[in-house]
Every structure is written in C-alpha cells, then in structure tokens.
C-alpha cells in the first residue's frame, strides 16, 4: 500500500488550507504529523479518508485513483470519537458484525482486543457515559479490529492519562511490528512523535516546511519555525 499526494489543494472561503505539491506515504512506517493549531492536519487526514473533497489535485492509493474498495482497508479515527449508545463491547464487535463475520470469530475476536487493550472493566459500560480517554481507547479498539491496512488518527491520546498512553503508544507500535500497515497520527506530544513515529512531517500554513526520519526531524530541525515550535511543544508537555 502506498498514498501519493500530487498536487493537493484544499481551499475553504477562498483561502487554501492545504497545499501539498508532492508527497508519498509508504507501508511498514508510522508517520507522526505534527504543527500549530489550524495548520491543516486534520484537514489532510479527512482528503486521504475521502471525507472532505479536494480543491485540486489528486491523490492515488497504490498509483491507482481512488475506489470505494479502499475503505474497507482504511479507518479515520477523528479526534473527538463517536460512540453509539450501546454497550462497550457492542461498539467494538461493530465493524466486524458489519462486515459479516462469523459469531464465534467475532467472540474470539472483541474478547482478544478487550484484554490486549486492558479495558475488561468497560466492557458492560454504556459507552457514550466513558470519559474523554477511555472513550478515545474503546474508539481505537474498535477501529482495530478488523485489522485495517491503513490507520489515521487524529489526536489519538489527547485526553488520556499517562498509564493509558504508554498502553496506546506500545498497541501502535505492536499494530505495525511486521511493517504491513501504514499509519498516518497526528500528535501534538513531541515526545510521543520520537518515540512512535518513523517519519515526521511538520505542517503550518497547510504547507510541509519539513519532514523526514523522525529523529532528525525533531532534534536537528532545519528552519526557524520547527525550532521554534518544538521549543514551545517541550515547553508544555
Ligand atoms: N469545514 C471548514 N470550513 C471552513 N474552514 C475550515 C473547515 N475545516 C477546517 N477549516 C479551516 O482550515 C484550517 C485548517 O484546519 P485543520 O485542518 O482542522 O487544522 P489542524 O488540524 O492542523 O488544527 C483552519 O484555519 C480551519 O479553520
Ligand atoms: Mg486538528
């Protein structure tokens, strides 16, 4: 799986919020996108997952342009998730029931992800009463499941506590041991981008000012303004 980026342009109210002349995304790495507020991260992630249409240019899943078949390989984790009113364990057994598989798989399945994300005690909760990161946890369990090629999350741990963190940052990790997935997270934790991320891209004004392996990227900035914005990032986190 590959994602090439030619030439995108994303505009709302005639100002361009994304403009990205040339750019791939490869399997086996976790890039990390990081970048002040409005910089158009969640912007870019929304063209990649089809939910917002582009002004120009085109993206292409493996060269190909794109077709509906995609999706079922790709989950967009927003940053605020959605939850329905059901239970835990309903909401994640979810894109598995939709995608008819067997009950006993599905069993084995929800039991498995459960454990592996240490959640056995909102299992039987009403999942639109769990707080912001558990909340945030069960969405990432769900979207999981599946097992898609392709993840972009936006913001995955932004409300959780430590403990909960280090458990994401090590599921991440694992998701992508064999370096068969591809996934695209954006963060505003410096730190968690080092520790987790291959690559980096620093966003702002919808522009890529700088990207590459992540070490190099976020001890070695090259311009004024990523020196800057991660003295500031450090600074809060
Ligand atoms: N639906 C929309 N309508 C108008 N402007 C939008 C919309 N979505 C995002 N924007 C604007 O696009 C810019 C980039 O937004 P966004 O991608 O959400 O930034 P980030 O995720 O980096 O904080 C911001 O200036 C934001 O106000
Ligand atoms: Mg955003």
């Known amino acids: 799986m590959e994602i090439t980026l030619k030439n995108i342009k994303k505009s709302y109210n005639h100002k361009t919020v994304l403009n990205i002349p ?38 292409l899943y493996n060269h190909q342009p794109f077709r509906k078949a995609i999706l079922k390989d790709m989950t967009y984790l927003t940053q605020k998730p959605f939850l329905f009113a059901a239970s835990v364990r309903e909401n994640i057994s979810y894109p598995l029931k939709f995608r008819q598989y067997k009950r006993d798989e599905i069993n084995f399945l929800v039991e498995r992800i459960i454990s592996e994300f240490s959640i056995e005690h909102l299992a039987n909760q009403l999942a639109t009463k769990l707080s912001g990161g ?68 620093y966003l702002e004004n919808g522009i890529i000012v700088e990207s590459g392996k992540a070490k190099t990227v976020i001890e070695a900035p090259k311009s004024e303004n990523l020196r800057r914005f991660l003295a500031l990032e450090y600074y809060v986190n």
Do not use: W
């Not at 409005?38 to 063209?47: F, M, P, Y």
């Not at 430590?162 to 998701?175: R, V």
């Open 134 to 201: 558990e909340a945030q946890r069960v969405a990432l369990a769900r979207a999981l499941i599946f097992n898609p090629q392709i993840l972009l999350l936006d913001e995955p741990t932004s409300n959780m506590d430590p403990n909960s963190i280090e458990i994401i940052e090590k599921i991440i990790l694992k998701y992508n041991q064999n370096k068969d997935k591809m996934i695209l997270f954006i963060t505003h934790n410096v730190g968690q981008a080092k520790r987790v991320c291959d690559e980096v891209i």
């Open 22 to 59: 040339d750019f791939r995304f490869t399997k086996g790495k976790i890039y990390g996108i990081i970048g002040p507020n409005g910089a158009g991260k969640s912007t870019l992630l929304k063209t990649i997952a089809r939910l917002e249409a582009l002004s120009e240019g085109e993206i």
